[in-house]
């Protein structure tokens, strides 16, 4: 249930792509299911982390929410307010609210433009009433905010490595000083040794403008550093949400557990990690009952039969028969 603390409700979500018949696997008349009934709220304040393998659904939840796709059922509310079924009028307010920083800074950037029009086009356009002298002066402030050096506003962005690309994107994303910010795999396309960099960006701007985030990303480890709770996700559906300490500190769901024991560890003085076996299934066909029963280890045979309900255990939600034995 919502309550004043909720920036972001999502009840029953279910979103399908039907493949048309020119479509490139041929596979006219056929459905993915991407997002099938996902409800969760996010909580104002909160870098809410939803993490998964490519492909589980994750991206086009993101996309939902911005209102870059149209849900199939299923809604979506902001403050309240229900937005997945306004029209383009009502939901301009949302849009300057709620911002994206997608995955790869060498594709958001419009090569066109310098980086001072980057970040001055969103402020124009939401806020037509400022000054010239109003808009550079906002665009040199939130520059410097996020560590940009202003020096690089007359420049494009092919002057720029991947990790200054994001951290433009992130200013170009405070610009209008929204509330809730969707970060799509925001650190997944660069170097390793910026992505730590790039993040604490982002946990700066949290702390100095009370953001709230949905951040989604396929590794676990960001999840450690970034997210106060997290949701995982398997085929379109969400299989455990908790705080980040608990899940860290006992995950319950068995896909939550192989995917902790898959993050890579040093032993001695070799790198080990766990192999997750099987192969994801087609959202094309999902599996009856469970949809993680064919790469389950404590499958029985409800689970080939029976969907489990995301429900309360152990302080956190679960959606397993068998939550309470897998502790
Ligand atoms: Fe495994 Fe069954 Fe639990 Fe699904 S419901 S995670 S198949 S034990």
């Known amino acids: 249930m919502s309550d004043s603390q909720t920036l972001l409700s999502i009840a029953n979500l279910r979103k399908q792509f039907r493949i048309t018949a020119d479509s490139w696997c041929g596979g006219g008349g056929q459905v993915v299911s991407a997002i099938n009934d996902v409800s969760l709220e996010i909580r104002k304040g909160e870098s809410f982390c939803l993490v998964g393998e490519s492909g589980c659904g994750k991206s086009t939840l993101a996309r939902t929410v911005m209102g870059l796709e149209t849900p199939t059922s299923g809604t979506i509310a902001y403050g309240g307010t229900r937005i997945d079924d306004m029209n383009d009028g009502a939901r301009l307010p949302y849009r300057r609210r709620m911002q994206m920083i997608f995955q790869n800074p060498y594709a958001s950037l419009n090569p066109r433009m310098t980086i001072s029009q980057t970040l001055e086009e969103p402020l124009r356009f939401h806020q037509p ?19 940009n050096n202003t020096s690089w506003l007359s420049r494009f962005p092919h002057e720029f490595s991947g990790g200054q690309r994001q951290r433009i994107s992130i200013a170009r994303a405070l610009m209008v000083d929204p509330e809730f910010v969707v970060a799509d795999e925001p650190i997944s396309a660069l170097d390793v040794s910026i992505q730590a960099q790039v993040l604490n960006v982002m946990m700066d701007a949290r702390n100095e403008r009370d953001l709230t985030y949905l951040f ?75 949809v993680f029963h064919g790469r389950c280890p404590h499958a029985k045979a409800v689970c080939k039969t029976d969907i489990p309900a995301l429900r309360d255990v152990a302080g956190r939600q679960v959606a397993c028969h068998f939550a309470e034995e897998t502790g």
């Open 129 to 147: 009433g400022l000054s010239d002298s109003q808009v550079r002066d906002k665009v040199v402030t939130v520059m410097e905010s996020v560590g």
């Open 216 to 290: 989604i990303t396929h590794d676990l480890s960001v999840v450690e550093h970034f997210g106060t709770r997290v949701a995982v996700m398997y085929l379109g559906v969400v299989c455990e949400l908790a705080d980040t300490r608990t899940l860290f500190a006992g995950p319950r769901h068995p896909y939550t557990q192989l995917l902790l024991s898959a993050i890579p560890k040093m032993d001695g003085s070799e790198m080990t990690h766990d192999r997750m076996q099987g192969e994801v299934p087609s959202a094309m066909q999902l599996p009856s009952g469970c």
